[in-house]
């Protein structure tokens, strides 16, 4: 009996730890502000809790609600008032500007020098001259303005005028064919099997994804069958 109670607690624990997620928004998943970030870790803390809980686990629930809560009210209050979001989500910090560091500007980030220098590496500067400015985000990454001859080269600069690519709509997914995108890049089976054909392929389920370009009309097909390369230089 208190397996089962373990194994329905677990499963309560994971249905409204999703729908807590899903009210806080999917801001949860990607840029974390330390509120969001404190919020996120107690609830899945709790959550694991939860799971072991037979006699009341009612309660967790409950602080899982409030911390919930909270982080709906925070988003709300700081929607409103730039003062308050200053306070606790914080701001953006300019590290660098014009040749010049703001060491205070570091200090108050929590950022040294060298985390600084590794953070422009990751994004291709590794000469600091490359760069007109830096800031630290609230969420802890760091934004980089390139000066203008560092920067890569746009068909603008060179008066061009592309035509504007469109998304692709995934057709045939691990050789099973969604009727549905089909239908909606204005295409049917018939269309498929005929394009399947022209590059040599039988049927779908040769293929491991297929994708229309909604701007052409164009399928790209990638097979099913294609072996680990035995030169990966990750292995």
């Given at each position: 009996m208190d397996i089962l109670q373990t194994a329905l607690t677990s499963i309560i624990s994971i249905i409204v730890l999703f729908l807590l997620t899903?009210?806080?928004?999917?801001?949860?998943?990607?840029?974390l502000s330390m509120f969001d970030y404190i919020i996120g870790i107690s609830i899945g803390s709790i959550a694991a809790e939860c799971s072991f809980e037979n006699e009341h686990p009612e309660r967790m629930v409950v602080a899982m609600l409030?911390?919930?809560?909270?982080?709906?009210?925070?988003?709300?209050?700081?929607?409103?008032?730039?003062?308050?979001?200053?306070?606790?989500?914080?701001?953006?910090?300019?590290?660098?500007?014009?040749?010049?560091?703001?060491?205070?500007n570091f200090r108050k980030a929590r950022i040294d020098l060298s985390d600084f220098l590794t953070h422009c590496r990751n994004q291709g500067f590794f000469d600091l001259s490359q760069i007109q400015t830096a800031v630290f985000e609230y969420n802890g990454s760091l934004s980089l303005l390139p000066v203008e001859g560092a920067r890569p080269v746009t068909p603008a600069d060179m008066d061009m005028q592309p035509a504007q690519r469109e998304i692709m709509v995934n057709v045939i997914l691990d050789g099973n064919v969604n009727k549905q995108n089909l239908k909606m890049t204005g295409n049917n089976e018939v269309w498929l099997g005929k394009q399947l054909r022209e590059q040599g392929y039988n049927n779908a389920g040769e293929i491991y994804l297929g994708a229309v370009s909604t701007a052409d009309n164009t399928i790209s097909l990638y097979p099913a069958n294609v072996k680990n390369d035995p030169s990966d230089p990750f292995e």
């Open positions: 899903k009210l806080m928004g999917n801001k949860q998943l990607s840029q409030i911390y919930a809560a909270s982080a709906y009210i925070v988003s709300i209050v700081t929607g409103r008032s730039t003062h308050l979001r200053k306070i606790i989500i914080g701001r953006p910090l300019i590290l660098y500007d014009k040749g010049k560091l703001y060491r205070e």
